[in-house]
């Protein structure tokens, strides 16, 4: 059996930022453990690729929620990272690090620490950010953020102007004193290519010897020696596996294989554990509760003038983005398509913005489905713009369906079973109508393919919400922070209520879901982590 100082479970977002920065210390033997393989397809690395990458069966756990009631019994898509660099390998880059009030909440539940001062710290450590250092961000770190606001499509400037005449102050930087207004998206690539959490943080520590990553580890279970965790258990292909930890296990494996790992080693609500055969290690009734994630809805439409479709669809588009990229590593493939967006008060009495906009300037009513639109968009110009609810109310669950690790979890998010939800992204809904009537909007409309004219009500809205909304793919909370062990799983030191050796670091210990994407957060946990581990 091997032995390390430190093992991290998940080469994901969080995993790669706590692995770094434990390395910078110098003091640990680190082994990370991943499930899928090394990010070497190109794909990977290339910003548009993502498209590729999202139906990628060997890079992506491809999951799917239960069917959801509140979404016309449909099953959603979940996409998570497999590959070094876990979901920052695969999504759509944007870095967003939600609002102060965001973790003034979490410390005020109980969670010292963990307020908008020492997260606001994180982030400024972590950040190589494009606008310079300032009260707001920092210069310097591992991780590269990307100013875009000069490179972005010209249909993204007419979004803010359309943004602006709907009421919404202009946002230079999104990330800044407030996230109130309208902008263009900062994102995480550098020099033309994506910035994952693998290239900021974790090929950098492998390089000082102190990490060893090991790809294609499928972890079935952490093991004990009393209430202490000791060592790893897992497959690599038939072959069983094994490795023991000297100082701490981490699981870094994100808001569903968290959770399911915990289960599947013993950890969780024992009625659920015993249904699999599973003997109770900690009777943990919160592991995989309290799932929440950002659901979202789009309006589509046919524009008079030029959109991204074009250009990927045309050889001559194609030929020339390739040309741009590989001579400058600019354009559009150097990009995402989630490029203007901003934040609103959905009500005058709020203090403080409770709806996310999206503004992307290419449309995919015609894709197929197992297809990613972006890579097969509509053969006309089209933009679409989207709203999702910051801090949705709707609660679900995360549950094990077998003792087999290789069996996929049960997902339930119970999208909008919370009523105050159904008003929230109604309200959404109204919101883009309102902005689709701006002079800037109307002159460049030329018509609305989704929902469409017919649906003039509320009542048709919410039909049209239920039957088109999905996920952002921001699942977190199913192991989340608090003091309390009968509602929480781990404390604010991240370790696990009632046992030793053993934390977990990622999204799924958020106590409530960021305003905003959560890429940014889950590494800043990372961070976090290897403070409290020490590493400074």
């Known amino acids: 059996m091997e032995e390390w100082d430190v093992i991290v479970i998940g080469a994901g977002s969080a995993g790669c930022a706590l692995a770094g920065r434990l390395a910078l210390s110098g003091r640990d033997r680190i082994l990370v453990l991943e499930a899928g393989p090394r990010d070497l397809n190109p794909w990977l690395h290339l910003p548009i690729g993502y498209g590729k990458t999202f139906y990628h069966p060997r890079l992506n756990w491809m999951y799917r929620t239960e069917p959801q009631p509140g979404l016309a019994e449909r099953e959603i898509y979940q996409p998570r990272g497999k590959v070094v660099g876990g979901s920052s390998a695969i999504n759509a880059m944007v870095y967003m690090r939600g609002q102060a009030e965001d973790f003034d909440g979490w410390e005020r539940m109980g969670n010292p620490g963990w307020g908008w001062p020492d997260v606001l710290a994180t982030y400024r450590r972590m950040e190589d950010h494009a606008l310079g250092a300032s009260a707001w961000h920092g210069a310097g770190g591992p991780l590269h953020v990307e100013d875009i606001s000069k490179a972005v499509h010209p249909l993204t400037p007419l979004f803010v102007q359309a943004a602006q005449e709907a009421g919404l102050p202009f946002n230079p930087d999104l990330n800044g004193e407030t996230s109130e207004g309208a902008g263009i998206y900062q994102i995480t690539t550098r020099g033309g290519l994506r910035e994952s959490a693998a290239r900021a943080y974790l090929h950098p520590a492998r390089r000082s ?23 790893v258990e897992g497959w690599r ?14 699981v870094a494996a994100g808001a569903i294989n968290s959770p399911q790992l915990l289960q599947l080693s013993g950890i969780g609500a024992p009625d659920a554990l015993a249904r699999h055969g599973i003997a109770t290690v900690q009777a943990l009734p919160a592991v995989g509760r309290h799932l929440q994630d950002h659901l979202c809805y789009d309006h589509v439409y046919r524009s008079r003038r030029p959109s991204l479709n074009e250009d990927l669809l045309s050889w001559p588009g194609r030929i020339g983005m390739a040309l741009t990229y590989l001579l400058q590593r600019r354009g559009p493939l150097s990009l995402s398509v989630n490029q203007g967006g901003g934040y609103l008060k959905t009500r005058s009495d709020l203090d403080r913005p409770d709806m996310q906009l999206y503004f992307s300037p290419l449309s995919y009513e015609r894709a197929l489905p197992g297809v990613r639109a972006l890579m097969k968009p509509d053969p006309f110009p089209g933009f679409s713009t989207s709203v999702s609810p910051c801090r949705p109310h709707s609660r679900g669950h995360v549950a094990i369906r077998s003792p087999d690790p290789r069996v996929a979890p049960e997902i ?32 460049l409309i030329e018509s609305e393919i989704k929902p469409g004219p017919h649906c003039a009500d509320d009542a048709a809205l919410l039909q049209s919400i239920r039957q088109q909304a999905y996920s952002v793919f921001h699942p977190c909370g199913t192991c989340r922070m608090g003091p309390d062990p009968a509602d929480s799983v781990v404390d604010p030191q991240l370790r696990v209520h009632g046992l030793e050796g053993l934390r977990v670091a990622d999204a799924s210990i958020f106590p409530t879901i960021p305003s905003g994407n959560t890429n940014a957060p889950a590494m800043m946990v990372g961070e976090r982590a290897a403070d409290l581990m020490g590493a400074r």
Do not use: M
Request: charged content about 30%; hydrophobic content about 45%.
């Open 237 to 250: 292909g038939a072959e069983r596996v094994r490795y023991r930890a000297q100082s701490e296990i981490v």
């Open 412 to 443: 339930a998010p119970n999208y909008l079973s919370d009523p105050r939800d159904v008003v929230d992204i109604l309200a959404g809904a109204r919101f883009l109508r309102r902005l689709a009537a701006t002079p800037s909007f109307a002159a």
């Open 209 to 231: 010897g102190r990490v060893k990553v090991d790809t294609g580890i499928l972890v079935s279970r952490i093991l004990f020696e009393g209430k202490r965790a000791v060592a």
